[in-house]
């Protein structure tokens, strides 16, 4: 008997989940992301299945606050890792477009072979300026530890407010005390960055860059006084902590259901 091999099967239960670690797999063979990479998505995965793997409504109120800062800001910046390249790139190009933000390859555990790998892949998704690759323009950002250090002159280090997916704590940290606005994405809301950062969206940056992209083309045609006002009313503590509610009361109705 010939067996068919089905890598997935269409009616799993966990579909969505498993094909976003077929593209993080695929794109740890094709070099854009580290090993490590792949554990990360892994701690993020977790929060996902407590958060109820969908976008909560805290969610939509950060990524729309996200949006206003970046219409507002001089220069934003995108940053750019492996786990990003290989699981939203069509959108992060799509949502640079919107913003008129630049796009930098900036990574925590550096390669600059792997950097430029990412790059040929965002060129060839329709990325037009694409920073952190040149390295005559490479600068490093003082008393900070990792990789991520090393920046582009003209992306982060001169942006006033900068949206990097997934992020290392020591870092933001330190973006932070240079003064610039860091937003976030991260599934764990106890995390440093997520602790640190101005903004943090607690959603897989896999569902929630659409829902960015979506709000942003709703914000383009907004004035300054309209994205101010979104901007004035954010409160990203009391948003955080709505996420750990939401943890908090699923956990909470798993043991009732089970009473
Ligand atoms: P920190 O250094 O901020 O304290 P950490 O050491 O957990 O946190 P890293 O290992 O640098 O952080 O990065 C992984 C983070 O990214 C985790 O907090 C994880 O929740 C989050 N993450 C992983 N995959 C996703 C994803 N697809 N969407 C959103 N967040 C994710």
Do not use: W
């Amino acid at each position: 008997m010939q067996i068919k091999k089905i890598a997935i099967p269409k009616n799993h239960p966990r579909l969505k989940s498993l094909l976003i670690r077929e593209k993080l797999a695929d794109g740890f063979n094709k070099g854009i992301v580290s090993n490590q990479g792949l554990i990360a998505h892994g701690r993020g995965e977790a929060f996902d299945y407590l958060l109820g793997e969908s976008t909560t409504n805290n969610a939509k109120n950060a990524m729309k606050t996200a949006s206003a800062t970046l219409f507002l800001a001089k220069f934003p910046i995108i940053s750019i890792n492996g786990n990003i390249a290989a699981l939203c790139s069509k959108e992060i190009i799509e949502l640079s477009n919107i913003l008129n933000a630049k796009l930098e390859v900036n990574l925590f555990y550096h390669s600059t072979k792997r950097k430029k790998i990412i790059a040929n892949l965002l060129q060839k998704e329709g990325a037009k300026e694409i920073l952190g690759v040149k390295k005559k323009s490479l600068k490093q950002i003082n008393n900070l530890e990792s990789m991520r250090r090393v920046v582009d002159e003209n992306g982060i280090y001169k942006a006033d407010v900068v949206l990097v997916p997934l992020e290392d704590g020591d870092r933001c940290i330190k973006l932070k005390q240079l003064g610039k606005t860091v937003i976030t994405f991260d599934l764990n809301p106890f995390s440093r960055t997520s602790q640190t950062a101005d903004i943090t969206i607690i959603d897989n940056v896999v569902r929630g860059i659409k829902y960015l992209v979506n709000i942003s083309k709703e914000l383009s045609n907004k004035d300054t006084k309209y994205l101010k006002r979104i901007v004035t009313v954010f409160n990203n503590k009391k948003n955080i902590d709505l996420s750990v509610l939401q943890i908090n009361n699923n956990l909470i109705k798993n043991v009732i259901n089970h009473e």
